[in-house]
């Protein structure tokens, strides 16, 4: 009698990097050039995103700007790349803005979002940057500092929309006639571009009510004798983590049924995840959900372009956004980054606990692929260094470096194609949103993964640079590149 199947959380992998770990050298010959563990980023993969996005726009004939959002990671070679393919960048500190403007992004492209002090407004006011305004301080001193320059371009950031999630971020709507007051005050000063907002959640039926409440305040704008000709939608598109659905579906039941003590134990040290056990039965929603999300983020922007809107008659918001003459930005950060990202490790060594679990101690720290209140809810891979002795599967915990009971990569279960030895690699999918930057810490004084660009030529291969050495190239795309197996030069 066969054996069941271990459950599995199999990643979605783009194309142009399975190639890449598949063929000769890959994550291997990195690893010996540059050490363990790395940040690999793929620029070819981020145009690929950034391609489908423009074709849902373009598709429907829609006036728009693409931002975007710097703080997703760090890597030069991603804004590089968003600036060699003519987009806008979105950034929200003085550090993402001297970053964009030595990575070649005229001010005029940039937009600055997120709240703003004293300094970082005074260091704004000469750039004729476009500022996202977070609340009414920060437009009145916008408009004071501005002085006898040229009015500075505005956006207003609005929250509060019934139907959406409070929001920390935005101007409330039982305060926009104090917006209506200052932009009419200070028209000589301020150049009102429209109305944004930023909604974290991706539900959208939430999206499709900000979208309804910002055309209102546009009529109203019009009323004052504004003139605005933005709507920006902001960002928070998805990624699409799992390769398999179902799988997913299947690995949760599971670990369900584990936190309730049937079948095998999948949860290390009482870790329920986000979840809470109460009359047998468990309930809530996991730290890992949007490991759960099967759209991606053109068909979300599709799906709220054509969106009917019940105040315009029906009509799409793209149809009403044409009809009006208003351009639509946004802000994507993840959706631009999806997939484009790995990060690889080296095994230290394998041992058991006390209670029979079996450990994988890696050289890097569960903060370097996620932040601490998430949960890595995709297989990652494991490269070996030999044939493996047993090739059975094997369920394990995969333990970080630091010294501390907490530094638990995994704290679910991971079935690994066989039992890891010292000097194999382990190859964490799509960490490129966030996961490489947000939570990176210098616990234990170790130094923080280098980052790496990795890209395709036809007729010579993968090359690796540094990240801060990447420069696009006029080929840029991976789509339908031919990718066999060629080392790492």
């Not at 946004?330 to 990060?343: M, Q, S």
Request: glycine share 10%; aromatic share 8%; hydrophobic share 45%.
């Amino acid at each position: 009698m066969t054996a069941p199947m271990p459950p599995g959380l199999p990643a979605q992998i783009h194309p142009l990097v399975r190639a890449f770990l598949s063929g000769p050298g890959g994550a291997r010959e990195v690893v010996a050039r540059f050490g363990s563990p790395a940040h690999l980023v793929f620029p070819q993969v981020f145009a690929d995103n950034l391609d489908r996005l423009r074709a849902v726009l373009e598709a429907r004939r829609a006036r728009y700007r693409i931002c975007y959002a710097h703080k997703v990671n760090h890597s030069r070679a991603f804004v590089r790349t968003a600036e060699h393919a003519g987009i806008g960048i979105d950034v929200a500190s003085a550090q993402e803005l001297a970053s964009a403007r030595g990575a070649g992004f005229a001010c005029a492209r940039i937009e600055v979002t997120g709240p703003k002090g004293e300094d970082f407004l005074r260091a704004l006011a000469a750039t004729g940057s476009a500022i996202n305004v977070d609340n009414v301080w920060e437009l009145g001193r916008v408009a004071e500092l501005a002085g006898g320059r040229a009015p500075i371009p505005v956006l207003v950031r609005v929250c509060g929309i019934p139907g959406t999630p409070v929001s920390r971020f935005g101007v409330p709507l039982d305060r926009v006639d104090e917006v209506f007051e200052v932009l009419t005050a200070r028209r000589d000063r301020i150049a009102f571009r429209g109305f944004a907002f930023h909604i974290d959640s991706g539900e959208p039926g939430e999206r499709l009510r900000a979208v309804e409440a910002c055309l209102e305040l546009t009529e109203r704008a019009y009323a004052h004798g504004l003139a605005p000709a933005v709507l920006n939608i902001g960002g928070g598109f998805r990624q699409v983590f799992t390769a398999d659905a179902a799988a997913f579906d299947a690995y949760v039941i599971a670990l369900r049924e584990s936190l309730l003590g049937r079948g095998e134990p999948m949860a290390w040290g009482g870790n329920t995840f986000g979840f809470h056990l109460d009359g047998g039965a468990v309930h809530g929603t996991p730290v890992f959900h949007k490991y759960a999300n099967t759209v991606p983020a053109d068909r979300m922007l599709a799906d709220l372009l054509d969106a009917g809107l019940e105040a315009h008659g029906g009509r799409s918001f793209a149809q009403v956004a044409a009809e009006n003459l208003l351009e639509v930005w946004l802000e994507p950060g993840k959706a631009l980054v999806d997939h484009a990202g790995i990060t690889v490790a080296r095994v230290e060594f394998v041992k058991e606990t006390a209670d029979g679990s079996v450990l994988v101690n890696l050289d890097l720290s569960r903060d370097t692929v996620t932040p601490a209140d998430q949960e890595v809810m995709v297989d990652p891979l494991l490269v070996p260094a030999a044939e493996p002795a047993d090739p059975a599967p094997l369920g394990v915990y995969l333990a970080g470096r630091l010294c501390l009971e907490r530094d638990l990569i995994t704290n679910h279960k991971v079935w690994l194609p066989h039992r890891p030895r010292p000097g194999d690699l382990v190859v964490f999918p799509n960490t490129g949103a966030y996961h490489m930057d947000l939570s990176a810490a210098r616990a234990a004084m170790h130094a923080l993964p280098p980052k790496l660009a990795v890209w395709h030529e036809d007729g010579a291969g993968f090359r690796v640079c540094p990240d801060e050495l990447y420069e696009p190239r006029a080929e840029l795309s991976a789509e339908g590149a031919s990718v066999p197996g060629h080392g790492v030069h």
